[in-house]
């Protein structure tokens, strides 16, 4: 007896074309044309589901060096920050929060 793919049923087929159709079929990650994979935006071991809104377009290299990594961790990790001694302490919030997302205090360097 074979096994089946988790994402090998007919629902996810479907999310997927849309997915495909609605991103063009480029890589949302490094502007590849023609990429042909579906990525969870959150990893479904980490609770992401497949609503539209949790995948995107992927060619098959982003897709594999994301894996289940978050997609903050993964683009940070596609390039270094500038380099300074100045700049190696994170910018701390009042909320507790740190980095330069959305609601956090931005780096010195933006």
Known sequence: MALRHKNNTSAFKKQR???LAR???M???CGAEDANQVDHV??????????LDNLLTSCRDCNLRK?????????????APPVSP??????ETSSGLV???????RPLWN
């Open 17 to 19: 074309l849309k997915v």
């Open 23 to 25: 991103d063009n079929r």
């Open 27 to 29: 890589c949302q990650y």
């Open 42 to 51: 959150v990893a479904k071991v980490h609770g992401g589901g497949d609503e």
């Open 67 to 79: 894996g289940k990594k978050s997609v903050a961790f993964f683009l940070g990790s596609l390039s």
């Open 86 to 91: 100045d700049l190696l302490s994170p910018v």
């Open 99 to 105: 980095g330069p997302f959305e609601g956090q205090a």
